[in-house]
């Protein structure tokens, strides 16, 4: 499978600060970039996807993308203890629409 | 977002017997499903590609003839493992491609014994 990195964490912070996730890859043909949210025992759920290079907002979350770097990043503003959660980057390839994920960094917010 | 349902959410089943998973699109067509697999701690590893009407991609390493893929319309697909053994305990969870994005169903925990 090709390949996807995250830290796997546990990244802590505290209640109402910036939480930073990134994700890099290794395929330069990855077309689009996800990111999704697993609470344990769950299925993943989407937050927000991203193709173009630059910033994308999307209420307290931004997901930046620099494809030349080949990273994808998510950022959670005015973090939540409800935001504890895996986060999972996953990249498009390709024309066979294939979803190939990281393994996922947890994020715990501290009230 | 588009709803994908799943059955069962959970199963327990005797080592040697075969268990069926249901993934159905409610409320869009999805030519292409996919199946993962996800172990305690682990990413999602993708199995296979279901595609309607044709034989589905499996991934390297994936058992076709363990898994069998059906997608008989475009709206269900399902897995079946067959002759199950304690190590394919695991969360299973399909999602189907609407338009650029995937969804994913409520995933199926199979405990085989």
């Known amino acids: 499978q090709k390949e996807v990195e995250q830290n796997s964490g546990p990244l802590s912070v505290p209640e109402g600060a910036i939480a930073s996730l990134n994700c890099t890859y290794s395929?330069?043909?990855?077309?689009?970039f996800f990111w999704y949210r697993q609470y344990s025992g769950k299925s993943p759920e989407l937050i927000m996807f991203?193709?173009?290079?630059g910033d994308k907002e999307d209420g307290r979350f931004t997901a930046q993308l620099n494809k030349a770097s080949q990273y994808v990043s998510l950022l959670i503003r005015d973090s939540q203890p409800s935001d504890s959660a895996t986060y999972l980057c996953?990249?498009?390839?390709?024309?066979?629409?294939?979803?190939?994920f990281g393994s996922g960094t947890k994020l715990n917010v501290k009230p | 977002g588009a709803v994908v349902s799943q059955h069962p959410s959970w199963v327990i089943c005797k080592s040697g017997t075969s268990v069926k998973i249901e993934c159905r699109s409610l409320?869009?067509?999805?030519?292409?499903m996919f199946w993962y697999r996800q172990f305690p701690k682990q990413s999602l590893m993708l199995m296979a590609t279901?595609?309607?009407?044709?034989?589905?991609?499996?991934e390297q390493g994936v058992e076709k003839d363990k898994f069998l893929i059906n997608h008989a319309s475009l709206t269900l697909s399902t897995l079946t493992v067959t002759s199950a053994h304690p190590e394919d305990s695991s969360f299973y969870i399909c999602?189907?491609?609407?338009?650029?994005?995937?969804?994913f169903g409520q995933g199926t925990r199979l405990t085989v014994v």
């Open positions: 999602s189907a491609k609407g338009g650029t994005e995937a969804f």
């Open positions: 395929d330069r043909g990855s077309q689009s």
């Open positions: 991203i193709y173009s290079n």
């Open positions: 996953a990249v498009k390839v390709g024309n066979f629409n294939k979803f190939y």
């Open positions: 409320d869009f067509q999805a030519t292409t």
């Open positions: 279901s595609n309607e009407g044709s034989k589905a991609t499996y």
